[in-house]
Structures are given as C-alpha cells and as structure tokens.
C-alpha cells in the first residue's frame, strides 16, 4: 500500500512524544517475564530511554506497546501504565495544573501547553451541550495503537479524580477501537460507562463539575511555575508548521478547522499564517490534508467505524468527498485500503 503523497508521512521526523507513562513498561515486563530487549530489538531506543522525560517517535511508542500486548496476559498494556499514574507523569505542566484554582482552569492549562510534551498529539477540551470532552488526538502519520489511547484516557480519568481529591471523575469514557475482549478491564480502569467505535477519543466532564476548586489550588506556585515553563518553551521554540498540525487535529473534530478559525486560535492574521507557513516552504491545505490524512488511517486500521461516518468526524461535506481526497492521496479508496491492511496484518 504505496501512498502517493510521499509527503504526506514526513510528519514522522518531528512526531515526538514524551514517554510519560510508559516508563512503567519495565517492570510491567519484568512481572510478566518477558526480555525488554526483545520488545526493543530494532528500534531506534534503548532500555534507558524508557524514563518519562524521554521523548521518542509516537510510532516507535506504538510498535513497542504493539510488541508488548502480543504477550498473554499483557493485551491490556494500555490501562496497566495508566495504573496508580496522574497528572504528576506530565512533569512540569502536571503541576501547575495541581496549583491552578479550579478542576476548568487546570485542563485548560493542560490543553494549552501540551504542545510542549508532544509534537505528534494534540489534548483538547471541547463544550458537548451542558458538558465537555477532555480528549486526545495524534495527527502523526504512520500506525498508531490503540493502547497509547487507553493509556492517555486512563491516566487522564486519574487525573481528574487526583486533581479534585477525588471529587470528580469522567461521567463516560469515547474510545475509537473495537469493542474488546475483556471489557471489565476497561470497567476497573474508568469506572464509568465506556463507549467503543466513537470517532474520538475523550473523557466526557459534566459541565457542573468543571468549577469544582482544587485543594492543592496555589496563586503564587501557579504563577512561578508557569514562568518556568515558558521560559522552557521558549528555549525550544516550535516550528510555525508544526503549531498548526496541532491546532488543526481538534478542529477537526469540531468541524471547525478552516483558515480563519485556526490563525484565530494561534493569535495571528490569516494572511501571517500564510505568509508564515510559505516561509517553512508549505501551504494551509497541505497541512490539513496530512492531518486528515492521518486521522483517516488512524479510524480504519484501528476501529470498525464506517467510511461516511469517518468523513463526516473530518469534515467532509459527503462520503464520496472524502473517498475522492483519500484516493488521491494514497491511490486507493478507503474500503480498499482497510481490507489491505486487514489481509496484510493477517499474513
């Protein structure tokens, strides 16, 4: 399955996550007897860089937790890294968020200065009616498992529950894969009704618990805290690309992800953010095809929902709009190209 848009996979080169939770693989392994380098054998990492302040590709996250749920009793892998972990494996912007007033100012803190732990995902928190969707979404090309999902919501559920002293937890979980074979796993690490086959990835928050106060809240840590971080950020400044790839992935799934609306969200005027782009030698529309384009593949290599309720969650105003823009980008249509991979994975 040759993609045409070569192009369209050099998001990989800058598609880097922070390990994060999966700094508990080893001595997950090492409970279960298995040889970490033989999970690692042929990636570009070593055991030592399982910590989780490492970054490493988000594909090479995904082939490890792959590798890893191929082992009996470990095809849970993604809620076992997210047990006993919370807003403390984020590192610097976990805690400002403990030291912000309320459970909204502490996710929208998240959500603004995630960019800062991933150039491959973006987190976003988004009103649904009286509620809202605290989610997780990677718009890297390459595969993705469904494990790094379990584990972003699930140390995202403690999260919560942590922040609030145990005040607040999700009231449903949106999960995008199947409909897995134990589901009490999933029952245990959420304790909540989750939802498979959804076209995103999301804790859903009742909207009266988003000003539940903090008691940890602290005015004057936030605010040094937050100078810290900045300054961080700063030193290692994105590239201008690599901030829209980032906004454009929740737009998307709010149906909102048009020029205007994305130079809105990164404070500048829509002909900077063409200027700027040109300027790193790419358009507006070549990025959010290789969004879309990733998305895409992400929903049919990794859940069974349906072609035209795919095109519908990246915006396209019919299916055959979207089998069109797939076709084009990679040469197939969208059902040809998942009974492929279906037939390739099964080799």
Known sequence: MSEKHAGMDTLVTSSLQRVGPLAHLPAILAEHGVDIEAILAGLPCTAADIRPETFLPIEVISTILERTAAHPGLGDIGLRLARAMDHTILGPIGHLMASCATLREALMTYVGLQIANSTAAAAYLHPLAEDFALGFGIYASGRVSPHIYDASL????????????????????????????????????FHC??????????????????????????AARRSTLLQALQQQMAARPKGFAERVRHVLRPLLLAGSASHRQVAEQLGVHPRTLGR?????????????DEVRLSVARELLSTSE???????????????????????????????????????????
């Open 193 to 218: 009704p989750v939802r498979f086959n959804e076209s995103q990835a999301c804790l859903i928050i009742a909207g009266r618990d988003m000003d539940c106060p903090l008691p940890t809240a602290n």
């Open 154 to 189: 699930a140390v995202g559920c403690n999260m919560v529950r942590e922040l609030t002293g145990g005040a607040v937890g999700p009231v449903e979980v949106l999960l995008s894969r199947p409909v897995p074979r134990d589901l009490e796993a999933y029952r245990r690490a």
């Open 305 to 347: 929902i349906g072609v035209s309720d795919i095109a519908a969650s990246l915006g396209y105003a019919t299916p055959s709009a979207f089998v069109r823009a797939f076709r084009r980008w990679t040469g197939s249509s969208p059902s040809a190209w998942r009974r492929a991979l279906s037939h390739n994975d099964g080799v």
């Open 276 to 288: 700027r782009l040109d300027g790193e030698g790419c358009t507006f529309e070549q990025l959010k």
